[in-house]
């Protein structure tokens, strides 16, 4: 089955102790990203990635890193988390078009962070 | 970036269609116009996109304006599965490759669907 898996679904943690949230898809899809949702304010991009090694900027990258060093992971890095980052975090991956047409992205099922 | 608007809430009963409307007055040429829907405790999924013609598909319609402006979503008979947050967003088409993969999520539409 096609899927964007995230793991973990659920996590509370302190401030400052560093995390990982880790995404995999199985679509062979070069295109991965990260957004965050908070109430009001909808989702918002973190970071994204057009490939292996290649990541960039979303709207609100602050406080969070990522790593692509492989086609299906792509993790999201917490080094350390404070509880404005307490929201809830979704992965989402497509292709990337090669004839200018946008292919549809395939969002995880969510990891709801709280950070005390 | 070029910015989405929508109501914020919309009602409709069910086996009736609904239209879901969203304004996008600086669109550019090469922007791409995508729905996606949400679902209480689900992530984002796509339900439909277009470039200037309209288009159908097995979950919706989608109805763009001549000047591209506008568009509205369109789903001919509303189920309680419905009921979802609607999205619509703006694409960018690739250029140079470094701007396709930003995407800007609105607050969207909160659907209500009456049984």
């Known amino acids: 089955e096609a899927q964007v898996t995230q793991n973990p679904r659920y996590l509370i943690t302190v401030t400052g102790k560093k995390l990982t949230v880790t995404c995999s898809q199985n679509m062979n899809h070069e295109y991965m990203s990260w957004y965050r949702q908070d109430p009001g304010l909808g989702l918002r991009q973190i970071y994204y990635s057009m490939n292996v090694e290649v990541t960039d900027k979303g709207d609100v990258p602050e406080g969070y890193k990522v790593s692509r060093k492989e086609k299906r992971n792509f993790p999201l890095i917490l080094e350390s988390p404070s509880p404005n980052q307490t929201s809830l975090y979704f992965c989402a991956s497509s292709l990337v078009p090669r004839t200018g047409r946008r292919y549809e992205q395939y969002f995880g099922p969510g990891t709801r962070l709280t950070v005390t | 970036d070029a910015k989405t608007t929508q109501p914020n809430s919309m009602e409709s009963n069910e086996e009736e269609p609904v239209h879901l409307p969203c304004n996008h007055s600086?669109?550019?040429?090469?922007?791409?116009i995508h729905w996606y829907r949400q679902l209480p405790s689900q992530g984002p999924e796509y339900v439909i996109h277009?470039?200037?013609s309209n288009v159908n598909n097995r979950m919706a319609s989608l109805a763009i304006a001549e000047d591209r402006k506008s568009s509205t979503l369109i789903l001919h008979r509303a189920t309680l599965r419905d009921a979802a947050v609607y999205y619509c967003i703006l694409v960018q088409a690739p250029a140079g490759g470094t701007s396709y993969g930003k995407l800007t999520f609105g607050q969207g539409t909160i659907l209500t669907v009456h049984p």
């Open positions: 600086t669109i550019s040429g090469t922007d791409y």
């Open positions: 277009g470039l200037t």
